[in-house]
């Protein structure tokens, strides 16, 4: 009966989605809103049909941002983690840090950034992705670094495992659940210090500054057309985050 | 690497004068968990130690496997020390939770003690099967821990332990966990799969019936402090289904009983 | 999504020590790389991949803390030092934020409680909510400055910093409506059927259990909602330029940047501060609440 279940759980979301779309256009449409409030969602579709590739490429020029500022935080998140979980200094250094970081607009650091870098350049905002991936893969890779069962503890101990086999049988394998929860976050983070990060002025490419020209044209429907191209690459990040997950840890039924 | 039966000669388990005080943490007191514990199990023996709770049975367990170091005394199993035995794992140890690693298969948890020391992986594949067998769950070698229910976990525990043909198993209250039913489904395999290693075993529980139906003999303990008060020799022939129906089976668990209430005339 | 705010264990003199040590170092790291990289930067073929270290990238520490005392408009007296521009810019900042907070977290917890009441809401409602935490938002920043002067709500025209405000409240909404759910549908099976046979009301059981059992959960989602307040609001005045806010003065002195390059860094520790200093409020909540966090708490 998978079938029925997943049938239940959709259409609820589905259904008030398509309503909520049906009264938007109708409240724009029968009180003339004007676009630049809102533009009617049959407009937007039809700035993202037209414009197809430009955007596109946009979206494609703020991904590539995402993707090296991801892999780069995530290696660097993951031998952070690695370390900590074997030098206690370490460990107090960073996560107090990583708390205190946490609270802080990190994407504020992009005119530093800009002057140091040549503004002409992407690694600006590659290093805010980074940063922002790093704390959530660190803070989580830990915590699952931190823990282990106790009668998985005591049956290594019993098998007079050394310490690193035991990490490498036990404490690797069960810090994977904790591991994925954090690239989650740091998917979707990336997505959104990459779009913020253009805000900030530097190079012309990527989805924040179409956005913003858009704005300044007056071309509402557009802009909103652009929103959605970058709501979509936030997704795509996501999904492909739950998609890992689910092909790394085969024996987990649910995600948490 | 072969994996050989240990040297049946010396006594399974030796244990002479062993105490254990914990340290006091915080404001409370030290505690006096065990005191003079004298036992000695012979090689094929099964022995059960039961109590009440805080008697140091399960804390007596462990300084056996060298998970706990004794204040005083001398603990040898299988005549070395502890410390070696264990490295030499010479003993398999069964825990109340089944502590099966859940990304493993059912097999790949067998095995889990044949590759941390070498055994290459033919060897390994042919002993997991062997005694996924002799614990009656072949079908499931492939399937993961989270679909086999409480029992058949626990079962898959057991041939764990038994994985490197051990000539002590250790274990704490590993039916636990289970229904009565199911519990004494577990007695009835575990004394099949005994006969058939003869290896001598230290078993923890607290209930009388199940230590009367398993064990050569009974190992009475009383708290505050731990130390044993009673040894009781269950003869009752041999172990079927019919025994727990016997006199003789009630005879024995009266004679517990009186034990653990510190009223038995020996 | 179980976001966590991260937690030490050691005594607070501890981890203040560690964290003055890790400041330390990060200031050792930059002089350091001042001294030994060289003053173009490094680069691999054509890009830079290393940053320049001459004094205009990278500007001296003592420069940096300097700049505080600066005037603001360098000669011209009775303008205002950099220090108290910042302040006043995060202070007006922080109130817009606050503002988006306070409506963001009303809106958040009153949709969790419709969710718990009827599980349709829910079922329509929570999948948007979550994967809204997944998808830059934030971008819609830009399109709601316009709607100042062009929009009038109840009577009162739209103000641009409305929009700033609306913007901190759209994000300090979402994690407090999966949080504030979580909460109150958290009571085991074993503690509603409890008050199922002391005939509760719906209203009672949410008073009396649900709210007391939602607070583990709803104290680090305000932290969370509190840190996108404040991103929420200096993003929302980079990308619509609304004078008097700390994003503005970030732009600005950003722009001045070629001849004043350490001028920039006073209002992004600004923005720092401000940061901190609204998660600090949200975590004193914790502080108040302590006779209803579970003895390890959930964060």
């Not at chain 2, 989270?146 to 058949?152: D, H, I, K, R, T």
């Not at chain 3, 971008?139 to 009038?152: H, I, R």
């Not at chain 3, 932290?223 to 330029?241: D, H, P, R």
Request: proline share 6%; with cysteine; aromatic share 8%.
């Amino acid at each position: 009966m998978r079938a029925r279940s997943v049938f239940s759980a959709v259409w609820p979301p589905v259904l008030f989605g398509v309503a909520f779309l049906a009264l938007w256009e109708w409240f724009v449409e029968a009180r003339d809103v004007k676009p630049f409030v809102l533009p009617k969602p049959t407009a937007i579709w039809e700035q993202l049909r037209d414009n197809h590739d430009v955007i596109l490429e946009a979206t494609w020029a703020t991904a590539q941002n995402a993707l090296v500022g991801l892999a780069v935080g995530l290696v660097c998140g993951l031998l952070a983690a690695l370390l900590a979980s074997r030098l206690r200094t370490l460990d107090e250094m960073l996560t107090p840090l990583a708390a205190a970081v946490a609270a802080i607009p990190i994407v504020a650091l992009t005119p530093i950034f800009n002057t140091m870098f040549a503004s002409t350049s992407s690694i600006p905002r590659r290093l805010i992705v980074a940063i922002a991936v790093f704390f959530p893969i660190f803070i989580n890779t830990l915590r699952g670094l931190r823990q282990i069962e106790p009668v998985h503890a005591e049956l290594m101990h019993s098998y007079a495992a050394s310490p690193w086999t035991t990490t490498r049988v036990v404490r690797l394998p069960s810090a994977l659940p904790f591991f994925f929860t954090g690239l989650r976050v740091a998917c979707s983070a990336a997505v959104i210090a990459a779009v913020v990060s253009e805000y900030f002025g530097g190079l012309q490419k990527g989805l924040g500054p179409a956005i913003t020209s858009a704005a300044a044209a007056s071309a509402y429907p557009r802009a909103w057309a652009i929103v959605c191209a970058a709501i979509a690459l936030g997704l795509a990040f996501y999904l492909a985050a739950l998609l890992a997950e689910r092909l790394a840890m085969p024996w987990r039924r649910s995600t948490v | 690497m072969s994996v050989e039966p240990a040297a049946t000669a010396a006594a399974a388990v030796n244990l002479a004068g062993v105490g254990k005080t914990f340290a006091a943490r915080g404001r409370g007191s030290a505690t006096e968990a065990l005191t003079g514990v004298d036992l000695t199990i012979a090689p094929g023996e099964f022995v059960s130690l039961i109590g009440p709770s805080g008697c140091g049975k399960s804390t007596l367990l462990r300084i056996v496997a060298d998970l706990v170091e004794p204040t005083v005394g001398e603990v040898l199993v299988n005549g070395k020390p502890a410390r070696r035995a264990r490295l030499d794992q010479d003993y398999g140890i069964a825990f109340q939770q089944s502590g099966l690693l859940e990304w493993r298969t059912v097999r790949g948890n067998v095995e889990l003690p044949l590759g941390l020391h070498g055994a290459d992986k033919r060897e390994r594949r042919s002993r997991a099967d062997e005694l996924l067998a002799l614990v009656g769950l072949e079908e499931f070698a492939d399937h993961r821990p989270s679909q086999l229910s409480g029992g058949m976990q626990q079962r898959v525990a057991i041939a764990r332990a038994l994985a490197r043909r051990p000539a002590l198993l250790l274990k704490d209250e590993p039916f636990g966990a289970l229904d009565e039913m199911t519990r004494e489904r577990m007695q009835s395999e575990l004394i099949r799969i005994c006969a058939e290693t003869s290896a001598a075993v230290l078993f923890v529980t607290h209930s009388i019936p199940e230590a009367v139906y398993l064990s050569n003999r009974v190992v009475v303990m009383s708290a505050r402090p731990g130390r044993i008060t009673d040894i009781v020799d269950v003869a009752i022939g041999e172990r079927d289904e019919d025994v727990r129906e016997a006199d003789a089976f009630f005879g024995a668990i009266t004679e517990v009983r009186e034990a653990l209430r510190g009223r038995r005339v020996a | 999504m179980t976001l966590r705010w991260p937690t030490s264990s050691a005594p607070a003199l501890r981890r203040a020590a560690m964290i003055a040590l890790a400041v330390v170092l990060l200031a050792l790291l930059w002089e350091g790389y001042k001294l030994v990289f060289p003053e173009d930067g490094v680069h691999i073929g054509d890009s830079l991949v290393l940053p320049r270290s001459d004094d205009a990238s990278m500007p001296h520490l003592k420069e940096i803390v300097s700049v505080f005392g600066q005037d603001e408009v360098s000669g011209s007296a009775g303008s205002s030092t950099v220090f108290s521009s910042v302040v006043s810019a995060v202070w007006y900042s922080l109130r817009l934020a606050a503002a988006g907070f306070a409506v963001g977290v009303a809106v958040g917890f009153l949709l969790a409680v419709a969710m718990q009441r009827a599980r349709i809401v829910e079922r329509a409602l929570l999948p948007y909510v979550v994967l809204s935490q997944t998808v830059p938002l934030i971008a819609l920043a830009p399109l709601v400055y316009g709607w100042s002067g062009n929009l009038t709500l109840f009577g009162a025209d739209w103000q641009p910093w409305m929009s700033v405000s609306l913007i901190s409240a759209y994000l300090a909404f979402f994690p407090v409506a999966i949080g504030a759910l979580r909460g109150l549908e958290s009571p085991p099976p074993v503690q509603t059927e409890l008050l199922s046979c002391y005939a509760a009301s719906w209203w009672q059981t949410l008073v009396r259990l649900r709210l007391p059992s939602s607070v583990p959960y709803l104290v680090p989602a305000l932290k969370l909602a509190a840190a996108a307040a404040v991103i929420g609001a200096i993003v929302a005045e980079i990308s619509t330029g609304l004078p008097g806010g700390i994003g503005r003065l970030i732009i600005s002195y950003a722009q001045q940047a070629t001849g004043d390059p350490a001028k920039v860094y006073a209002p992004i520790a600004g923005a720092a501060v401000m940061g901190l200093f609204a998660v600090g409020v949200v975590s004193l909540l914790d502080v108040g609440l302590r006779r209803y966090q579970t003895p390890e708490g959930v964060s």
